[in-house]
């Protein structure tokens, strides 16, 4: 094919192939480089509506360029991670530095607050659910990938509402939960927060139901970060909480990424819960960017 005969990247439509039965497609045709038409951009939003995860392969693309993609969807957070900002690697404050690398460079030592903190990634959970805004979609870009292991998992909210019984489903439609990143590092014992950290981490009130706003589906809205549930005694809140969880994250609820250096997967936090899975991080960098968009008011404002 001639040069001349190469579609321009403005007239690209972009295809989407499912990767998994009740979520996530491949978005082939997009140069991630390139800014998206408004036509780009509205079937991308449209295929995240249905898939709720996308993933766009071999993307060389730079910290800018991530954000100029971004900001066609929503507002970029700034960046919410708490422990020791002062030894970050990044300059940039809405980009997410989800690596296992210090400021110099090198990995971080085994004992350090930030890999310690960087472990809570690893339990299931929605980006930013502790804000009273929460989180939009989150795009993460692969820089460098270790040899193995380092794969992210994605569960879908909405296909593991639609399977529970309905006296279940009325028994949770109402509730509330309280969410704070207390809560999520919590439970892997990390718990030597500063005072100035702990006066970020008040808990914040979140549906534990909510309706999908681009689908108009009812989804749960589980993440680790949660710590209690309005009305409810401690214990027995926490003990459904897993419950959810478990039933929620059922391998035919799951989607595995494996990554390869340049993939950029987007995700929706509205619907859908990930974590990062384990990998040898005291001896292989990994480099992964994020950059999270605020959904539009907290889920106690949003139509039922
Ligand atoms: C994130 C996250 C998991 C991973 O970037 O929000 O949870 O696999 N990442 O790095
Ligand atoms: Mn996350």
């Not at 870009?141 to 380092?150: D, E, F, K, L």
């Not at 509205?270 to 605020?294: E, I, N, Q």
Request: hydrophobic share 40%; with cysteine; proline share 7%.
């Amino acid at each position: 094919m001639s040069a001349a005969l190469k579609a321009a990247p403005e007239a690209i439509v972009p295809r989407f192939t499912p990767l998994h039965p009740v979520l996530a497609a491949r978005c082939d045709g997009l140069d991630l480089r390139q800014p998206l038409t408004p036509a780009q951009a509205q079937a991308v939003e449209a295929a995240m509506d249905r898939f709720a995860v996308l993933v766009f392969r071999d993307q060389r693309i730079d910290d800018e360029q991530q954000l100029a993609f971004g900001r066609n969807f929503g507002a970029v957070e700034a960046v919410p991670s708490l422990v020791d900002q002062a030894r970050r690697r990044l300059p940039d404050n809405q980009v997410n530095d989800i690596s296992n690398l210090g400021a110099d460079g090198k990995l971080l030592a085994a004992d350090d607050r930030r890999r310690m903190y960087n472990l809570g990634n690893m339990l299931w959970h929605s980006d930013s659910s502790f804000k009273p805004t929460p989180a939009k979609y989150s795009m993460l870009h692969a820089r460098v990938i270790p040899p193995s292991g380092g794969e992210t998992e994605f569960a879908d909210m909405r296909a593991a509402w639609d399977a529970l019984p309905e006296a279940m489903q009325a028994q949770l439609r109402d509730l509330v939960a309280e969410h704070s990143l207390i809560y999520s590092r919590a439970q892997l014992g990390f718990d030597d927060f500063t005072p100035e950290e702990q006066a970020k981490c008040t808990p914040v009130p979140q549906r534990l139901v909510r309706r999908h706003m681009g689908s108009g589906r009812v989804g749960l809205y589980l993440a680790a970060h949660i710590g209690g549930i309005q009305g409810m005694p401690r214990p027995e809140a926490l003990m459904l909480v897993r419950e959810l969880t478990e039933f929620a994250t059922q391998r035919q609820f799951v989607y595995s990424h494996t990554w390869a250096v340049g993939d950029m997967v987007l995700w929706d936090n509205r619907c859908t819960m990930h974590r990062g899975r384990p990998y040898a991080d005291k001896t292989y960098p990994r480099d992964m960017r994020r950059v999270t968009l605020s959904d539009v008011s907290p889920t106690l404002e949003q139509p039922r």
